[in-house]
C-alpha cells in the first residue's frame, strides 16, 4: 500500500504511515453493505414513532409533577417545545408512510421491467456489404492547438 500524502510504499493498512504519520485505513473494510429503501423507512417511522411516545410522555409527566401547584415558565415553555417535538415527528411520520406507499405502489412495476429485459428488442440482419478499412495513411493527430488559432488577435501596428 502507497500513502496517499507522501507516497511511501510498503505500508500496513489500519497503522500509521512511517514517513509522515498519516493514518492508512484498510479500503476493503470500508465497503458499507447496501440497505434496501424499505428498511430505511421502517427505522425512520419506528424512530419517529419513539420520539412521539418520549416527548409526549415527558411532557405529561411534567405536567403532572406540577399539577395543582405553581408552574414555572420554564416548564410551560418546556412542556410546549415537548409538545411542538411531537407534532414535528408526527408529520415526520406521516411523510414516512407516504413514501412508503409510494414505494411499494411503484416497487412492482420496476421489478417486472428488470425481468422482462429491454423494451425494444433488436434483430440482427445481415448485409452484403463489409465495411470498408480504414485509411490511416493519410491520418493525421490532433493537437492540443488545433483550431484555437481563430481566437487570436492580430496586432494591427503599421511598420514604417
Request: glycine share 4%; aromatic share 8%.
Amino acid at each position: 500500500m502507497f500513502c496517499p500524502k507522501c507516497g511511501k510504499s510498503d505500508q500496513t493498512p489500519e497503522t500509521y504511515c512511517r514517513e509522515c504519520g498519516l493514518f492508512l485505513p484498510d479500503l476493503n473494510k470500508l465497503k458499507s453493505r447496501e440497505h434496501a429503501p424499505e428498511m430505511h423507512i421502517k427505522a425512520s417511522a419506528v424512530l419517529s414513532i419513539m420520539t412521539i411516545v418520549a416527548s409526549l410522555s415527558v411532557a405529561l409527566l411534567l405536567f403532572i409533577g406540577f399539577y395543582g401547584r405553581e408552574i414555572p415558565v420554564v416548564i410551560y415553555t418546556a412542556i410546549g417545545l415537548l409538545i411542538a417535538m411531537a407534532a414535528w415527528q408526527i408529520q415526520t411520520f406521516w411523510r414516512t408512510m407516504l413514501l412508503r406507499r409510494q414505494l411499494k405502489k411503484n416497487m412492482p412495476r420496476y421489478t417486472e421491467k428488470s425481468l422482462e429485459g429491454p423494451d425494444i428488442e433488436l434483430e440482427s440482419t445481415a448485409t452484403d456489404k463489409p465495411l470498408t478499412a480504414g485509411d490511416f495513411e493519410s491520418y493525421v493527430m490532433a493537437s492540443v492547438t488545433d483550431r484555437t488559432t481563430k481566437h487570436l488577435v492580430r496586432d494591427k501596428k503599421s511598420s514604417s
